[in-house]
């Protein structure tokens, strides 16, 4: 069974600071992406990465695939109280099933 | 353009009742998938269907649960006899093709009382 580990579980930072999030695996995957979801709401997809050692920058968050398409994180610069949430990474080994991570639930403190 | 629109955002029932959950895909998408998510959880994958067909139910609780994808209209998630531990955020995705980029929806949360 494909398992996506996502760490830390929790991230408490305050306003200003920058935090990097991950998402491992032991497998190979074909395409990787990172969404966003907030309370009582579905995930927002942020960003898809497909090519192993891929940089994609959205503003101030910051995502890297691996370059053995195993694993990914995701940085963000000077934290805000808007990035509050719980990100979630997804990947598929070339089907349309898309294994989700168990999450981090990032809090930003103004 | 509209996004994938699910209905009712909250639905309650009581156990051993039935539960219809509705999904309308965005405009120009054939693929449906649907995903439950409990709480503190990830989302974990229950079926794939494109119109009039199911692709990949292997997700689904084997009893109970079924879905489906009309020539018309929304995509349907229907639980039968529900009991509390159907009690979850159920979401919606869509996309144009296979394994294209997938967008959800809003969610409905079930809860069994």
């Known amino acids: 069974t494909q398992l996506l580990e996502q760490s830390p579980q929790f991230l408490s930072i305050q306003e200003g600071e920058n935090l990097t999030v991950y998402c491992n695996s032991s497998s190979v995957f074909s395409s990787l992406q990172w969404y966003r979801q907030e309370p009582g709401e579905g995930p927002v997809l942020l960003v898809t990465v497909v090519t192993g050692g891929e940089v994609k920058k959205l503003k101030r968050l910051t995502f890297q695939f691996g370059d053995a398409r195993k694993d990914s994180s995701l940085h963000i610069t000077a934290a805000q109280p808007g990035d509050t949430g719980l990100y979630l990474c997804?990947?598929?080994?070339?089907?349309?099933?898309?294994?989700f991570g168990t999450g981090t639930r990032l809090k930003v403190l103004a | 353009n509209a996004g994938v629109m699910q209905n009712p955002r909250h639905l309650v029932r009581r156990r051993g009742q039935e539960a219809r959950l509705r999904c309308s895909p965005m405009k120009g998408h054939s693929h449906v998938y649907w995903y439950r998510q409990l709480p503190e959880e990830g989302l974990k994958f229950m079926v794939y269907?494109?119109?009039?067909?199911?692709?990949?139910e292997s997700g689904m609780p084997k009893e109970r649960f079924s879905a489906e994808f009309p020539k018309e209209g929304p995509s349907i998630l229907r639980i039968q006899q529900v009991v509390r531990g159907d009690s979850a955020a159920y979401f919606c995705?869509?996309?144009?093709?296979?394994?294209?980029?997938?967008?959800f929806g809003q969610g409905t949360r079930l809860t069994v009382v």
């Open positions: 269907l494109q119109k009039e067909n199911i692709i990949d």
């Open positions: 995705a869509s996309s144009p093709d296979r394994g294209s980029e997938a967008f």
């Open positions: 997804a990947a598929t080994s070339g089907t349309y099933k898309y294994i």
